[in-house]
């Protein structure tokens, strides 16, 4: 019964900002690492930045500098906070979550994405 469901995505002019959110619903157990990845049309998805369970956040040089990622006191939403956005950037971002489950251990779950374009 868990679903992550991504929000904030749109259509922003070349230099814009756009926040992204991922609420997580259903969750019984610990959110562990969470990551956003996206996919542009004709490319492979690719892994853009990660947080673990104790706040400790990574992203890959392409947006190192301009995208932030965090996540709320309760640990049940992600953010990609995406400043300087470049037409480069334009793609379907997808949140993904491990979570821990004391009964049957870690399980990994994908949301279905949003789209952001990024005009030139």
């Known amino acids: 019964q868990v679903q992550l469901v991504e929000s904030g995505g749109g259509l922003v002019q070349a230099g814009g900002s756009l926040r992204l959110s991922c609420a997580a619903s259903?969750?019984?157990?610990?959110?562990?690492?969470m990551r956003w990845y996206r996919q542009a049309p004709g490319k492979q998805r690719e892994l853009v930045a990660l947080?673990?369970?104790?706040?400790?956040?990574n992203c890959v040089d392409s947006v190192k500098g301009r995208f932030t990622i965090s996540r709320d006191n309760a640990k049940n939403t992600l953010y990609l906070q995406m400043n300087s956005l470049k037409p480069e950037d334009t793609a379907v971002y997808v949140c993904?979550?491990?979570?821990?489950?004391?009964?049957?251990?870690?399980?990994?779950?994908w949301g279905k994405g949003t789209l952001v374009t990024v005009s030139s």
């Open positions: 993904n979550a491990d979570i821990m489950y004391l009964s049957s251990g870690l399980r990994n779950y």
């Open positions: 259903g969750i019984v157990s610990g959110v562990k690492t």
């Open positions: 947080i673990t369970g104790i706040g400790i956040a």
